[in-house]
Structures are given as structure tokens and as C-alpha cells.
């Protein structure tokens, strides 16, 4: 890996090796523990000390009828906030890469505002907008809560990925004779979709993982952050590794196709 | 001559820049008619009014007598050669000519039909099923062309298609498209500075500058009788004295030019009064050279052997410079740099134009430098 510069030497290649495998380390240490966690056969009711490896867990993966409840509920509500986020979102990066409008400035501004507030801000300053308006907490405050920032990713992602998209695809499309819906189906979405796939995949993952603006507009609901956060005081079995490692897995094999498809069909749709 | 197109005093701005000024004229069934003209000189503009892109803020389009002037592209029966081409990356090129039959939801039969006769004017045969992406340069503007063609336009649009191709292909080029639209009987209407392109393949060019069409003709009416300094200027290359009129008769001008020679030029519809001011247009071809007797005094600044002509440049007392080309044949003086030669010209030769307004007219040099420097 160390490749010579024009001042480095043998000794600052090898330390620069080793600086660049701490720092992988770092970022993958806590998901290789979670992975192999799903292996042990704890003890007590706590799987947080090695003991033997067991593939007890991984044959019974929903022992829990609660952990399997809030794993259902987390996927619905990701499933719904990024159907709901997807379309809005690629529908304001369009707005804003198509179009040159005086809207353009001040929405960019309040794209990166959900970003940049702290969720405990976010979280209880929706809570007290759905306590005013009397809205019961729950399922849907929750799905409503995931939009309002999965929005916010959904954008600034498809905006980044069509940014440099030609155009005059669309209007070589009319010339020929397609009215605008069939120009936007046959046209635009085909070659923007991967873009739209990638900012999908960000929305569901952050809905997924989400703990602290979902605690405060939950009410009685329990998703799996909320689930795993509340284990930690009576028991915490190796399913919930199981269940993590599967979504890993999962979204590591959606990562890969997606990535694959965009070098594909992306470098395409861009002008020369 | 049946009109496919008519423009009717059609005028665009774009917030207070006038891009189009009363543009009126015909363009003909069949014709091959180009637009021709500087960057930012109206050319584009009128073609994407002609398309459907943009609308006119007043003034008409017809299309076949119909007024499509709010008629959206893709209800209009004309097509759009564009710059970059913009085929569908993510199609084959097969399914790029299909798509104007298909969204005008014609049988697949015919589709398939028209599509497989599109192929073959183009020669495109054996690289339907390819990419874009895998095509060369000139084969997707042959994928482009069949594209527009496979709707049986009324009128293809083009704007400066072969602009992006190098130049021995866009010569090529040239003769190509001339020999498809010879073929398809189809209307082309072509945009271009390019002034070689333009007579080349033009039946008629419209010459625009700023907004305004200064001169529509064929290609020779163009360069052997422009109507302005700038046409004179824009197509090929011309030496613009200044003059001052004395008389006028049967499409004649006798003038006065600096230092008070006399010279006669042909001024046909020419109606301003003698005294006025004008500018005497002579192509470099149809000058003359002697060592002494009549003619405009002027001094050889150089003189360049280029084969069948040797191009000399020479200055006028009164600072004015002129090109003229000397063919080897006939009687040549001496040409030695420094020297004083005297101009001649046959009235028949000379033109009088208008004085030009403002600017003086492009340096040619300068212009076709730029044309071969852009090309690469």
C-alpha cells in the first residue's frame, strides 16, 4: 500500500499503513462484535459476554414475540416514510436541478435544516406540535416524524446524483412526440431511478436506525432501537444480533447491486 | 415554390434582450435552407421556436398554412437534429429510432417498418442493437438523423450538427446529409456559423446577425450580391472601401473613394441620394494589380504564394487594408513589398453597400482561424 511520495519514506509508508488499518478497525470493530455475538451461547440473560459459539439463535431467530413485533413495526414505518419520503424528495431535487426559480435558494436552506438540528430538538419540538393538535402518538406520528427528515436525505442524495444529467433528452423526447408523462417514464426516470434507488435505500436505513426523535413520538409503540434500548435492563438475547445481522447482510446485497447498476446506467445519462 | 414553413413577424426576447427581431420569411418544400450567423445572433432561438421549445412573443409560425404557434413539440410534424445529439443513453439505437413511432402510437408492425428503412438511408444496420455509448462520433449523428426521420417530418430541424465531429469527418458529413436529404425529399432546415457549411449544402441561406435576418438568398446571390456590410463580411472574404456617392443611374453607382478617385459599382434598389455615404465592396478574386496607370493607389504590405493564387495584402494611403488574390495567369506586375501598386476592379465586380452602423465588419483572418481552432 505505501506508495512513495516525494518525501516519504519506508518508515512513514508503514506508518501510514498502520494509522489507515487502526482507523478501519475503529469504524468496523463494534460491527464485527455484533455480527459475532449472534454465534455465542451467553451464560445468563445477557449475551454480552463471550462464552461458546451456538447456532442456537440463528435456528430460532423469532423466540421473542416482542422483538419480532418491534422489528415488524420499525420495518413498516421505514417502509411507508421512504415510499412517502422517495417521491417527495426526488420530486424537490428535480424542482431544483430542472429549473432555475427564485425558491430555489431558501430551499436549499431548509433541506439542510432537519440535517443540522439536533434530533432532541426535532423530537420534542414535534412531540409538542402533536400534543397540541391532540394527534395520538404512534404509528403514525412516528412515520410522519421518519418523513420529515428522510425528505431532507432523499433531496440532497438525488440532487447530488442528477446533477450534470442531459437535459435535452427531454425535450428530444417531445420532439418526437411523447407528451410529458410518457417523457418522464420512458426518459427522465429510467435514467435517474438509480439515483432515486440509492437515496431510497439511505431513507430506509436512517428510518431503521433512528432512536431518539422516535422515542419522544412513539407513545406505546416499540421499534427495534426502542426495543434493543429498553433490553439492555432485562434481557438482551442473542436474537437481536441475529435480526441486526440479517439487515447487514441484507443491506450490504442491495448496497452492492445498487452501486453496480448506477456505474452502469448513471455514466450514461450524463452529457459527453 | 409551396411554403412548409412560415415565420410572420415573429419576435422573441428574453427579458429585454431582443434574441429574434422581426423575423418574416418562407421556407420551401423540399428546400435545404440555413441559418447562418454568429453565435448569439437569433439562429438557435428561431429554430427552437420552429420546434415547439420556446414560444413567440409575437408574429406566427405556420407549419403547412396550420398556425402552430402555441402548438406544443410534441404535437408538431417536425423533428429536432440536436448539438450533442441527446440519444437515449440507456436504449439501443434501434429502440432510439423507434421511439418518435412509438409515442405516436403507431402499430409495431410499422414501427418495426419504418424503423428498418431509417437504418438502411442512414447505414446503420449492423449496430441496431449497440449502445450509444459504443457508437463513434459520426455514427450517432447518423443515429440522431434516423431518430428525427423515422416521424416523416414535415421539416428537419438541425442545429449545428456537426459541430462536435472533427473536420474531415464533418466534410464528409457534409456530402452525406446532402445525399439523405436528397433521398427523403424532406425540408432541412440547418443552423450554423459555419459560412462553408452553409454554401456547401444550402439551397437558400438566411444570413441573422443580432436578432435580425440581414440577407436571404442562395448561396451565390449571397456572396456575389450581399445586401450589407455585414453579409459582405460574414461569407468569405471583402474589401470594404468607404465611398461617398456622386450619381446614380440604371443600377449604378459613380463614387468618389478616398483621395478622390473615381470607381463605378453596380448599386441595384440603391436610393440614397448622391453626397451620401456608402461602403464599396470588391472580393479579393476580382481584383487586379498593375504597377502603374489608373486605379487606387495602395502599398503591398505582403504577398503570399498559395498555388493558384498569390494573396496579397496591401494598404490604402488612408490606412484601409485590402486583400487582394492575383491569379497566375494574365499579366502580373512585379510584387516586391513597399511598393505602390494601383487597384482595378471592373464595375460589374463592385458593389455598393450601405455604410455599416457600428462595427467595423469581422476580420476574416481572424474568424477562419477561429472556425479551424474550434473544430479540434
Given amino acids: 500500500m505505501a506508495r512513495g511520495g516525494p518525501v516519504g519514506s519506508r518508515w512513514t509508508g508503514r ?8 482507523v478501519l478497525l475503529y469504524l468496523f470493530l463494534p460491527i464485527f462484535v455484533i455480527v ?101 402518538t404512534g404509528f403514525w406520528t412516528v412515520v410522519i416524524a421518519h418523513i420529515m427528515f428522510s425528505v431532507s436525505y432523499v433531496a440532497l442524495t438525488v440532487k447530488a446524483r442528477i446533477r450534470g444529467f442531459d437535459w435535452t433528452l427531454e425535450e428530444a423526447a417531445m420532439d418526437l412526440g411523447a407528451p410529458p408523462f410518457r417523457t418522464v417514464l420512458k426518459v427522465t426516470l429510467p435514467l435517474i431511478a438509480p439515483g432515486i434507488a440509492a437515496a431510497g435505500m439511505l431513507s430506509f436505513a436512517l428510518s431503521l436506525d433512528d432512536f431518539i426523535i422516535t422515542l419522544f413520538n412513539a407513545g406505546n409503540q416499540v421499534t427495534y432501537p426502542l426495543y434493543v434500548y429498553g433490553a439492555r435492563r432485562a434481557a438482551f438475547p442473542p436474537q437481536i444480533n441475529v435480526l441486526a445481522t440479517t439487515i447487514l447482510v441484507g443491506s450490504l446485497i442491495l448496497l452492492g447491486i445498487t452501486v453496480l447498476w448506477q456505474n452502469r446506467t448513471m455514466k450514461e445519462a450524463m452529457t459527453k | 415554390m409551396d411554403s412548409v414553413i412560415t415565420l410572420e413577424h415573429v419576435q422573441k426576447r428574453f427579458g ?90 403507431l402499430e409495431e408492425a410499422e414501427v418495426q417498418k419504418r424503423v428498418k428503412e431509417l437504418l438502411e438511408v442512414t447505414r446503420l444496420n449492423q449496430f441496431a442493437e449497440r449502445k450509444p455509448a459504443q457508437l463513434s462520433g459520426g455514427q450517432q449523428q447518423r443515429v440522431a438523423l434516423a431518430r428525427a426521420l423515422v416521424n416523416y417530418p414535415s421539416a428537419l430541424l438541425l442545429d449545428e450538427p456537426l459541430g462536435a465531429l472533427d473536420l474531415k469527418l464533418r466534410q464528409a458529413m457534409q456530402i452525406e446529409l446532402k445525399r439523405i436529404q436528397r433521398e427523403v425529399g424532406i425540408t432541412f432546415i440547418y443552423v450554423t456559423h459555419d459560412q462553408e457549411e452553409a454554401l456547401t449544402m444550402s439551397d437558400r441561406i438566411a444570413v441573422m446577425n443580432e436578432g435580425r435576418v440581414e440577407q436571404i438568398g442562395t448561396p451565390e446571390e449571397i456572396y456575389h ?59 479579393p478574386e476580382r481584383l487586379r494589380l498593375s504597377a502603374d496607370g489608373p486605379g487606387v493607389a495602395a502599398t503591398l504590405t505582403t504577398a503570399v ?72
Fill in chain 2, 16 to 105: 429585454t434582450y431582443i434574441a429574434v427581431h422581426e423575423a418574416h420569411f418562407d421556407i420551401g418544400k423540399g428546400e435545404f435552407f440555413s441559418m447562418l450567423g454568429p453565435s448569439g445572433c437569433g439562429k438557435t432561438t428561431t429554430l427552437r421556436m420552429i420546434a415547439g421549445f420556446e414560444q413567440p412573443d409575437s408574429g406566427r409560425i405556420l407549419l403547412e398554412g396550420q398556425d402552430v404557434s402555441r402548438v406544443p413539440p410534441y404535437r408538431r410534424n417536425v423533428n429536432t437534429v440536436f448539438q450533442h445529439y441527446a440519444l437515449f443513453p440507456h436504449m439501443t439505437v434501434r429502440d432510439n429510432v423507434a421511439f418518435g413511432p412509438r409515442s405516436r402510437k
Fill in chain 1, 15 to 22: 506508518l501510514l499503513d498502520l494509522y489507515a488499518g487502526l
Fill in chain 1, 36 to 136: 459475532s455475538y449472534s454465534f455465542n451461547k451467553p451464560a445468563g440473560k445477557f449475551n454480552f459476554v463471550w462464552k461458546s459459539f451456538s447456532l442456537d439463535a440463528w435456528r430460532d431467530p423469532f423466540l421473542y414475540p416482542a422483538l419480532v413485533d418491534a422489528m415488524k413495526m420499525s420495518l413498516k414505518v421505514a417502509a411507508v416514510s421512504t415510499s412517502v419520503s422517495v417521491v417527495f424528495g426526488s420530486l424537490i431535487a428535480l424542482a431544483l436541478c430542472r429549473y432555475t426559480w427564485k425558491g430555489a435558494g431558501p430551499i436549499n436552506l431548509l433541506l439542510v435544516l432537519p440535517l443540522t438540528t439536533p434530533e432532541v430538538v426535532l423530537g420534542s419540538s414535534l412531540l409538542s406540535l402533536f400534543l397540541q393538535v391532540n394527534a395520538p
Fill in chain 2, 225 to 283: 450580391s450581399p445586401s450589407t456590410v455585414f453579409v459582405a463580411g460574414f461569407i468569405g472574404v471583402a474589401n470594404l472601401l468607404p465611398a461617398r456617392v456622386i450619381g446614380l443611374m440604371d443600377n449604378r453607382a459613380v463614387v468618389t473613394l478616398a483621395g478622390e478617385q473615381r470607381a463605378e459599382a453596380t448599386a441595384p434598389g440603391w436610393a440614397a441620394k448622391p453626397g451620401s455615404d456608402a461602403t464599396l465592396m470588391v472580393r
Fill in chain 2, 305 to 376: 504564394f498559395q498555388g493558384p493564387v498569390v494573396r496579397c495584402l496591401l494598404a490604402t494611403p488612408d490606412g484601409v487594408e485590402v486583400i487582394a488574390h492575383v491569379g497566375s495567369e494574365g499579366p502580373r506586375p512585379d510584387l516586391q513589398p513597399g511598393r505602390s501598386y494601383r487597384l482595378l476592379w471592373d464595375a460589374d465586380s463592385a458593389r455598393l453597400l450601405p455604410r455599416a452602423k457600428a462595427s467595423a465588419p469581422l476580420d476574416l483572418q481572424e474568424r477562419t482561424t477561429l472556425d479551424l481552432a474550434g473544430s479540434h
